[in-house]
């Protein structure tokens, strides 16, 4: 049995093809966990592609402040096919990367049948090489022990599984989102033997991997029924999480037109309208009250839900700060995902920093999804399903509308919320790298 190091002599390589100046919530949870690691003494170091190879499907300049000045970060440039799928499609290249959204258009179809033949597991993949390279300079100069790939994309496990092969390191794969499990996987136009050599990566990564972190029990499940029974207590659950001070003191008194809000990308796959739809009912009773969208939306999308639902604003992609700053202030939060149950597993990033600022939360899914276990035990809101929830939904919109006809009281419940603040969460990936230290 080797020693277990002190804190402050482990040292961790991530890698990560999103890093700021990229945006979206797929960035917060290592710039986030990168500062509280440091903060624990843990040498942290991070791989990610150079911003002037990447074509990112939001931007976030002003997360680059938000970096820890501690952590050690190396750029590697790369030739990237999205910068071609740009010129060539415009605003046509869905938010999910050549996935479900624009199925009338010809060329996009091309090119996803492309994508998924040359580009397994993914297009993102053709910086692997030269990441491959620098990650070795990187282990060998700094004597890293532990290297962390996080995907999405999931050609970023291809880089920790070769690393394995050839270093004397630890190798924690590190999933956000299913793999051949996403929920736009089936319109990706595999053929059988494209989906098999994909499979195949994805079942050789999960068995190589020395420990396998998932962002919610349900992906967990998903990812561990692949390979033996006797592989799978390697698997671990380690969540997004919030960052910053609780705000169950500082919630602003409410003012003016009652403000529902949803952040982040919305695509047509999560079937929201029902939700519109309700709000549509309630709205002519409260001709005041506000609906804004805020995030990316491709042109098409918002423009149907524009033409179908006139009250909603559509505030487009925001600084992460402007945009918590928008949660602050909002009367209700809304929450939505992909819908079936095969995406029990899915929570949103979103869903955590939501959170944290106590206001009621009302989620569009299926009452025995993971997001919906999250909400019940933290007293966060309220899951209605698709269909058969119409009259319900209808109430309780009304109930967070109008406080003094109806009897909903919003409590969160502090003490179970406060185990998903990132300080709990990053303390929970240190004690995972402790024990594969002691094993």
């Known amino acids: 049995m080797s020693q277990v190091p002190p804190t402050s002599s482990i040292k961790l390589l991530l890698i990560a093809y999103y890093w700021p100046p990229s945006g979206g919530m797929g960035v917060q949870r290592w710039l986030r966990m990168s500062s509280q690691l440091v903060r624990l003494g843990v040498d942290v170091h991070v791989l990610t592609l150079d911003p002037e190879s990447a074509h990112y499907p939001t931007g976030d300049s002003a997360l680059l402040k938000e970096v820890d000045p501690r952590v050690h970060v190396t750029h590697v440039k790369a030739f990237n096919p999205f910068v071609i799928a740009k010129k060539l499609l415009g605003n046509g290249v869905p938010q999910t990367g050549f996935s479900s959204e624009g199925k009338s258009n010809f060329w996009l179809q091309v090119m996803i049948s492309l994508r998924s033949h040359l580009f397994i597991p993914d297009p993102r993949k053709t910086w692997n090489r030269r990441a491959l390279l620098a990650a070795k300079a990187i282990i060998d100069e700094q004597g890293i022990q532990f290297v962390v790939t996080s995907s999405p994309p999931q050609s970023v ?23 051949t499990d996403i929920f736009y996987y089936k319109d990706l136009l595999h053929s059988p033997v494209s989906e098999f050599l994909d499979r195949r990566l994805e079942r050789s990564v999960l068995d190589s991997a020395d420990a396998v972190v998932a962002v919610t029990p349900s992906l967990k499940a998903l990812l561990a029924q692949k390979i033996p029974l006797s592989q799978r207590g390697k698997f671990s659950v380690i969540t997004n999480g919030y960052d910053g001070e609780d705000l169950e003191q500082t919630k602003p008194e409410e003012v003016g037109a009652f403000h529902f809000l949803y952040t982040g990308t919305l695509i047509e796959s999560y079937q929201v309208e029902v939700l519109f739809e309700s709000l549509a009912r309630v709205i002519p009773d409260f001709p005041e009250m506000k609906i804004e969208i805020v995030g990316g939306i491709s042109v098409s999308y918002e423009r149907a839900l524009s033409e179908r639902f006139s009250f909603i604003e559509f505030k487009g992609v925001l600084p992460h700060e402007a945009v918590t ?3 602050k202030s909002a009367g209700a939060l809304i929450l939505v995902g992909p819908e079936g149950e095969a995406f029990d597993g899915h929570i949103p990033g979103k869903t955590f920093e939501y959170l944290r600022t106590g206001i009621p939360i009302l989620h569009l899914g299926r009452e025995g999804s993971d997001v919906a276990k999250i909400l019940r035990s933290c007293s966060a809101g309220r899951t209605f399903n698709r269909r058969g929830h119409e009259t319900q939904m209808d109430a309780f919109i009304r109930s967070l509308v109008d406080q003094d006809e109806h009897s909903y009281r919003h409590e969160p419940n502090w003490g179970e919320i406060r185990k998903f603040h990132r300080s709990h969460i990053s303390s929970e990936f240190l004690q995972l790298m402790r024990k594969m230290t002691e094993s």
Do not use: M, N, T, V
């Not at 070769?162 to 999933?175: E, M, P, T, Y």
């Open 325 to 327: 700053e928008k949660q």
């Open 157 to 179: 496990h291809l880089i920790g599984q070769a690393l394995k092969k050839s270093r004397s390191i630890q190798w924690i794969a590190d999933f956000r989102d299913p793999w």
